[in-house]
């Protein structure tokens, strides 16, 4: 990338990269904020509202590359995260993410944490450092989930009930919203049975 930006810039590329970097940066948000996500209209690819179903979304695993497709989850509540290894928020978030994982797995609770990282390779070389993932680790580098959701900051985590419908948003992240974010899975979990 940083050669594409030299080709079309010349000189100016270390200008633009810093820009680029500084924007990017901004939008990895530290401050978890419940966001009800009501500004776009659906369907113009604009967000998904709050209380509106999820529309299709089918990622690929970054473990073999098949499918993942969460309408196949209907019936479990889902934690759908949009993450990414360069965002600082996201790598503090994904280990508390899987822990969770682990302890809610047998309550109908399904993890799917999708990485925008533009090559596999950086997610997997921030997955490795942890020897095993309960969570569903997939891969979107056309950034096609994040078109369609619109997050707010980075991470952003999107609480989908066992109807398909989105209950809550979290967007970014602070250690204090896993507790939060658990209790609501657990609500949501609850209420499915």
Sequence with gaps: MRHALQRHFGSRWVLCAALCFS??????????TE?????AKKGA????????PVPSIVVRSVKGGGEID????????????IWASWCGPCREEMPLLDDMAARLKDKGIEFVAVSIDEEK???EAFLGARPKWTLTV??????????LLQPPKMPTSYLID???VLRYVNAGFERADAKKIESRLLALAAESS
């Design 162 to 164: 066992g109807q398909g």
């Design 121 to 123: 390779a950086a997610a």
């Design 23 to 32: 924007v990017g940066w901004s939008a990895c948000a530290t401050s978890g």
């Design 45 to 52: 690819g604009g967000q998904v509202r709050v209380g509106e």
């Design 138 to 147: 997939a891969h979107d580098p056309q950034g096609k989930v994040p078109e």
């Design 70 to 81: 969460l309408a196949s989850m209907k019936g479990k509540v889902i934690l759908l995260d």
């Design 35 to 39: 966001e009800p996500v009501a500004q």
